[in-house]
């Protein structure tokens, strides 16, 4: 997987340049725990980092919440440029604040969409009563009861073996993590329906990083945020790859939504922006939105939706 690609490559550039001075084992695959675990182990020093989706960070913090709201980030040109920009600092600033947890970057997992082993998803009535697993993550499951489905929050270590019981129908994921993860073996059904970005994050363990002389924290760094730079290009490399092999032998019947076919599942999860305003204390909300108009007016692209309409 290009995050597993990622890894290994800021494990050969690191030890490179420290000259052996800092030593990097990866273990890909949840070896060492669930995404949740491995940030709890982070937080608690066991692990000096880790990488994982920032839905599992809701169990400790809710200041990103914010980021699993739906159909958000038009681009991935949006999403790199708000994370890797001052107010995507700032953000990252106030977790370390919160948890002691020092998020230098982002490695790309990409676009969520949807795989089942009942039918192809066209609409949000053809998910009615699906038993999807979702992250464990309290808007994700909002989302997808607004869409009528019945989702579960589920760990990514039990999914697989949810399909294969048939404890769940269906689950988010997207292209590459079903090719990697095989999950093509044992869902038939592909959606690309984009309903969420996943911010995958990097984090060290804070009082690891002070325990550092200052040139080698530096060097940890850059050395992390080179690494991202690099499996962001084979992650937007291998989504093609991934279509290409999910459709070669028909693996999976991948059904692409039209923009009018996409609108119905963005006009039927906007309530979930009011509802989060409703639920949530995030002051910073109306900062972070007006950022991503920024980025879209930047780059010529219009937003999902008006967000100012939600206060």
């Known amino acids: 997987h290009p995050i597993t690609q990622g ?7 690191l030890e490179e340049r420290s000259n052996g001075m800092i030593q990097v084992e990866i273990y890909p695959n949840c070896q060492l725990g669930a995404p949740r675990e491995l940030i709890e182990q982070v937080m608690n020093g066991t692990l000096q980092m880790c990488e994982s989706g920032v839905a599992a960070l809701s ?17 991935r040109d949006i999403v790199f440029d708000f994370v890797d920009g001052e107010v995507g600092k700032a953000m990252n600033e106030r977790i370390r604040e919160e948890l002691g947890i020092i998020m230098p970057t982002y ?15 066209t609409s949000p009535d053809d998910m009615r009563g699906m038993k ?19 989702p579960l929050p589920m760990s990514m270590t039990e999914a ?8 769940i129908d269906g689950m988010q994921t997207n292209f590459v993590l079903t090719e990697t ?23 060290i363990n804070e009082d690891f990083y002070n325990t550092l002389p200052e040139d080698l924290q530096g060097l940890l760094i850059e050395c992390i945020v080179e690494s991202a730079e690099y499996q962001r290009e084979l992650a937007d490399r291998a989504v093609d790859g991934s279509i290409a092999f999910l459709q070669d032998g028909k693996k999976m019947d991948i059904y692409f939504l039209s ?4 609108q119905v599942f963005i006009d039927m999860a906007g309530p979930v922006y009011s509802w989060f305003i409703n639920q949530k204390n995030e002051p910073h909300l109306e900062e972070y939105f007006a950022e991503i108009n920024r980025l879209c007016e930047l780059h010529g692209v219009t937003p999902n939706y008006d967000f100012g309409s939600f206060f």
Do not use: C, H
Not at 59 to 75: A, E, N, R, V
Not at 184 to 203: P, Q, S
Not at 259 to 262: M, Y
């Open 107 to 121: 490695y790309e997992n990409g676009y969520y969409s949807l795989i089942n082993s009942k039918k192809v998803i």
């Open 7 to 13: 890894q290994y490559y800021f494990e050969q550039i």
């Open 181 to 203: 993860g095989k999950y093509y073996e044992i869902a038939r059904n592909f959606t690309d329906l984009k309903v969420f970005y996943d911010l995958t994050g990097i984090y």
């Open 59 to 75: 169990s400790f913090s809710d200041k990103l919440d914010w980021t699993g709201l739906p159909f958000m980030f038009p681009t």
């Open 259 to 262: 923009d009018e076919e996409r």
């Open 132 to 150: 999807l697993r979702v992250q464990e993550n309290d808007v994700y499951l909002e989302v997808y009861k607004k869409f009528g489905s019945n």
């Open 160 to 167: 697989f073996t949810g399909l294969q019981q048939g404890t």
